[in-house]
């Protein structure tokens, strides 16, 4: 089971659009899905077509983790998501202390999940330094860095690979919102290619269709299959894909000379 | 006259910026036809953005060739431990919740729906069109982990039907079509 968890210093990079896209494509090539969201906006479930005023959640249901798995919707893209939900300020707080302080509790809430090789967790964290981020060290996530193609998130990129922010485990990294037709973003995006070429996993081209999709609460893939955006996103599934395969699915049983000849 | 001065002053404005634009889009017709636009132009930085000269990025290529200052250290700050006191700060919104005027105590979240019970989701089942492929009908609500017992059981048993779609906002953008 890997965990893949979707982040960033700085918010408005488009997390959570891509954490819920990556995960319908991921599932799309063959994946059991299991999306989380982190973030007290509770705004990942909308991108699954549920309803707005929908607020149930893992955070808002109390803090037993056993009963998360319970608590998952299952959705029309066939991924299941267990949303924030309408928690209370006190119910955030103690959710925040249990991650940073309960080194077993996602493990505990995620455990019918984590024991399947052929499933994936993603997880949609809110911006900055938060609790979260150590959590999910604990149970081998693999972090992906979110930043848009400006300077913003340019100056931040020294930060990231002092690992002051994720710590010495560098993250991935995916541009978001690249639009080669803006000088200044074309450039960064080919500053940042120079640079990170070994963490930079993809480059998301800015697409109206890609924002549209949410208003619409569906997928881009629903909203616009054949849009530069759709195109982009399921080429970063499908490089996180075999990526993963490689790192969380058991080997191909070797066919031994004396086994074929048997 | 006030008024034609400054309809004048209006449009003297409009002229020059209308130079200003054709010129730095290199429209220009001849040379003086229009006002100079300044040292702006002469640099080429309007009509060439040469990104090398881009503050930002050399000073990050900087930072980053100098390497890690000091031991990486995540910068996760230290959550306030269990034993630590609770927070008072929900205490403080419940006392101003008290003391909110209806309109505000209205803006306020409900409490989290609680999921429909079994029996009613079995009555509901009864009666809405069931998918050939769903076993379970309920709407939302698919625990993961039966999910997971019935793959054991049987892998291509179908998994519960999806919730319903129907948003407010959907119905708000068929409007604006």
């Known amino acids: ?262 | 006259m006030a008024n034609h001065l400054s309809e004048a002053g209006l449009a003297m404005s409009a002229t020059e910026d209308t130079s200003r634009l054709f010129r730095a889009m290199g429209l220009e017709r001849k040379a003086g036809d229009y006002k100079d636009i300044g040292p702006l132009t002469r640099t080429g930085r309007i009509a060439a953005f040469d990104e090398s000269a881009l503050p930002m990025m050399a000073a990050v290529a900087r930072s980053l060739d100098a390497g890690p200052a000091e031991p990486a250290a995540p910068s996760v700050p230290a959550f306030m431990p269990v034993s630590a006191p609770a927070p008072a700060l929900a205490e403080v919104i419940a006392a101003r919740a008290e003391r909110m005027s209806p309109l505000m105590a209205s803006l306020t979240p409900p409490a989290p729906a609680e999921a429909e019970p079994p029996a009613q989701r079995e009555a509901a089942a009864s009666v809405a069109p069931v998918p050939v492929s769903a076993p379970s009908p309920s709407p939302g609500i698919s625990a993961l982990s039966r999910v997971f017992e019935r793959y054991a059981a049987s892998p291509v048993e179908a998994v519960p039907a999806a919730p319903a779609a129907g948003t407010p906002l959907k119905p708000l953008f068929d409007r604006l079509r």
């Not at chain 1, 991924?79 to 996602?106: I, K, M, N, S």
């Not at chain 1, 149970?139 to 002051?164: C, Q, Y």
């Not at chain 1, 609460?217 to 530069?228: G, H, I, L, M, Y």
């Open chain 1, 1 to 262: 089971m890997p965990v893949i968890a979707f982040s960033s210093p700085k918010g408005g990079v488009g997390k959570t659009t891509l954490t819920a896209n990556v995960a319908i494509a991921l599932h799309q090539l063959g994946w059991g899905v299991l999306v989380l969201d982190f973030d007290v906006q509770n705004s990942l479930r909308l991108h699954f077509g549920v309803p707005l005023d929908d607020e149930r959640g893992y955070v808002a249901a109390g803090d037993t983790p056993e009963d998360w798995p319970d608590l998952a919707l299952k959705t029309e893209a066939g991924v299941f998501l267990l949303p924030y939900g309408g928690a209370t300020e006190d119910q955030r707080l103690r959710f925040e202390r249990h991650l940073a302080d309960d080194p077993d509790y996602l493990t505990r809430g995620l455990r019918t999940v984590l024991e399947r090789p052929d499933w994936i967790v993603l997880a949609d964290l809110p911006p900055g330094p938060v609790p979260a981020l150590r959590a999910l060290d604990r149970i081998g996530a693999i972090h992906i860095a979110v930043l848009l193609a400006d300077a913003t998130s340019l100056s931040l990129l020294p930060v990231i690979e002092r690992g002051h922010f994720y710590g010495n485990k560098r993250p991935l990294v995916v541009l978001n919102q690249v639009d080669p037709r803006r000088q200044l973003s074309r450039s960064v995006a080919e500053f940042v290619t120079a640079r990170i070429p070994e963490h930079l996993i993809g480059q998301i081209y800015r697409d109206e269709a890609v924002a549209e999709a949410i208003g619409w609460q569906r997928s881009v893939f629903e909203q616009a299959p054949a849009s530069v955006g759709a195109r982009d996103i399921k080429r970063l599934a499908e490089v996180l894909s075999a990526r993963l395969k490689i790192e969380a699915l058991p080997p191909e049983p070797a066919v031994q000379v004396g086994e074929a000849r048997r």
